[in-house]
C-alpha cells in the first residue's frame, strides 16, 4: 500500500506544468510563425518595410519571458494562478498578432 507523499505530489505537478508550459509554447509558436508567414506575404504584396515584423518578434522573445515568469509563480505556490496566466497571456499573444495582421492587410 502507498501512502500520500508531498515530495512525490509536488513533483509529479511540476513536471504536468512543465508539459502543459510546452504544449502552450507549440501553440502559440505555431500561430507566431503563421503570422511571419502572412507579414512575409503583406509585405511583398503591399510593399512595407521591415519593421512590420516587430509585434511578431516581440511575440516570439516576450513569450519564453512569461513561461519563465510564470514557472516561478509555480513554485511559490501560487498554481492556479499561473495556470490561469499562461493561458491568458497566449490567447493575449494570439489575438494580438491577428490583430496587427487585420490592421496590415486593411483594404
Not at 510563425?33 to 516581440?58: D, F, H, Q, R
Not at 511559490?76 to 496566466?85: D, F, T
Request: aromatic letters at 16%; proline letters at 2%; hydrophobic letters at 55%.
Amino acid at each position: 500500500m502507498k501512502y500520500y507523499n508531498d515530495k512525490d505530489n509536488n513533483t509529479a505537478a511540476k513536471v504536468m506544468f512543465m508539459v502543459f508550459q510546452i504544449f502552450m509554447l507549440l501553440i502559440v509558436y505555431g500561430f507566431i510563425y503563421s503570422a511571419l508567414i502572412a507579414v512575409k506575404l503583406a509585405i511583398s504584396e503591399y510593399g512595407l518595410i521591415w519593421l512590420t515584423y516587430l509585434p511578431e518578434i516581440l511575440a516570439l522573445i516576450g513569450f519564453p519571458v512569461i513561461l519563465y515568469k510564470t514557472r516561478r509563480m509555480f513554485e511559490k505556490e501560487k498554481r492556479v494562478r499561473a495556470i490561469g496566466y499562461v493561458m491568458g497571456w497566449s490567447a493575449l499573444i494570439i489575438v494580438m498578432l491577428y490583430m496587427h495582421l487585420s490592421q496590415i492587410v486593411k483594404t
